[in-house]
RNA sequence: GGUUCCGUAGCUCAGUUGGAUAGAGCAACAGCCUUCUAAGCUGUGGGUCGCGCGUUCGAAUCGCGCCGGAAUCACCA
């Protein structure tokens, strides 16, 4: 990149011109900003000790020398310590001529031998999926295709938690008060239907509680005591005695939620390469676990719990498994941390996992370090905050949630009411336009949720609905599809731009340079969104992408042009800019439609 | 109470490896469709970057202290 260059000379510059060796990170390059002339901005004041002169001087030497020696570089300014490097049309152009048909521009080949395990979504199998399980599935997925973007080889795995005292709970409420429904019986959605009894567990578990604090019990005791959970981890006890009758409740419950689940992932566009289940392998974590005691590692306490001492890592004791022998959620972790290891031989480990969890992680990579296996240390915590609401946090239990599948029916019928106020349906076949609806819906609330910085906690009023207008995944698509439509003109009018030569020396406007100029960040803005792990760089990339070619579409003819040249020219613009947006989008896991 | 994260325009968010006059969208107001898609474009108003001190030529960005909010510290997951 060019930017490698201008920096390589300007410590050049520096040593030639002041006798000091610099390394190549003292040399600051930026992007000029859009009042000043030029295209990047070098700056000088960490040389200005070395030259002994003012920054002025610095720079005007500097630029002196990079204009001797850089044939691109058409003319520099400088404004107090800032030198501004103008760089030639003819570059420009010929970027724009190497890079606008190639469909690798800004990806990297698979240059990584061990893949990236990449575990995201990771469902519990007694409730339904929100709003929170939908960022965590977006993320999930942008996050794999930016992987690969930067050459990585990526392995999606989904862990379902189908194990474990939620799941009993469920089925303890539907032993009581099931009466034998099921999901064809009552017409809803099998994971709808389980989370319709993990709400009624709760709300007659509360009522105990209740009871038995009237009588005197502290809350804990109460919450220890109540019936329904004495049940629910009698329940637990069975299942992981493999009693039948419980197992097979278990089976067909979680059967019921899986057909949901896969309706929504599907309708959501993510998916795996393996689907890991806690109750295959939370063995293999009680199992790490006593080894780890035999070993010395781990403490096993009078009672018979076992437990992790972190204390000299800075943390605190952990427990590992109960006094009456069953696991809990980092017994689990354990074991499936070994089996994937063990599966993939990866180069590292990446969880897509809320912030509420930190913990949890930091604890997780010190174990199983304690226990010998050291890739505990090339675990990578998504951590990524959660989704409010304005009365505040969600909660399964009070029902104060916002269903995955109740949003996206909703943002269907905004696309679809928004689309045909607009008139812009009338011309589509009715599959063509569901498509569209579809798309343009789902568009929406992706890229609302993917443009914000992951690890943010972030805002969702659902009175008001998802914006079309402005910074907005419609907008994006919307000037994806103009330009769709400006090609199709340019091709049914007859231009073969595809194969034309663009005169090198043609002269650049402003507005043709800066989108070029863009275009050509798209690079560095995938590898600074793979290092970050955040599709949020991409997201506000491709909207001030789009936002600046608008301005261009707007104030520039392309097909009314007269020059041909500059028909040829706007039209390579326009297309490598089309091609931009959806790979841009394509990170995002959102489609691009050809009209709109 | 300990630990971690957050606080930028009325609202939702960018900008944080220290750089020039802190940016978008929404909302409000004013313009632009006989011309390649107006889900668009242009303009106006809107800021003590939570507060204070410090480091620096330079701080929204780094350090310390306060204030406010969130998460977590479970024999829950």
Known sequence: MIETRISELTCRAV???FGHEVPLS??????TRKEITGDFTILVFPFVKISRKSPEATAAEIGTFLQQHMPELSSFNVIKGFLNLVLSDRYWLKFLEKNSNNADFGFHKQRHERPVVL???SPNTNKPLHLGHIRNNLLGFSLAEILKANGHKVVKVNLVN???????KSMLAYMKWGNGETPA?????????????????????KAEMHGLIEKGLTEEEAGRQAPLIVEAQEILRKWEAKDHETVSLWKLMNGWAYEGFDVTYRRLGVDFDHIYYESETYLLGKKLVLQGVDSGELVRKEDGSIWADLREEGLDEKLLLRSDGTSVYMTQDLGTARLRYDDYHPSSMIYVVGNEQNYHFDVLKKVLVKLGLEYGSDIHHLSYGMVELPEGKMKSREGTVVDADDLMDEMFRTAEETTRELGKANELSAPDA??????????????????????KNMMFDPKESIDFNGN??????YTYARIRSLLARANAAGHFWEDAEIDRGLPLLPLEKETIRRLYQFQETVQQAGEEFSPAIISNYVYDLAKGFNGFYQEL??????????????????KFTGDIIAKSMAMLGIRVPERM
């Open 185 to 205: 019986s009552t017409g809803l959605k099998g994971d709808h239907l389980i989370g319709k009894y993990y709400v009624l567990f709760d709300k007659n578990y």
């Open 434 to 455: 569901e498509q569209l609806f579809s798309t343009i819906g789902l568009g929406a609330l992706k890229y609302f949720i993917l443009k914000v910085d992951p690890k």
């Open 15 to 17: 040593k030639e011109l």
């Open 472 to 477: 907005t995944g419609p907008f994006i698509q």
């Open 26 to 31: 003292a040399v600051g390059i930026e992007k």
């Open 557 to 574: 003819p392309v097909l009314k042009e007269e020059e041909k040249q500059k028909i040829y020219l706007r039209l390579m613009i326009s």
């Open 162 to 168: 189908d194990r474990g005292i939620h799941i009993c």
């Open 119 to 121: 575990e995201y979504s």
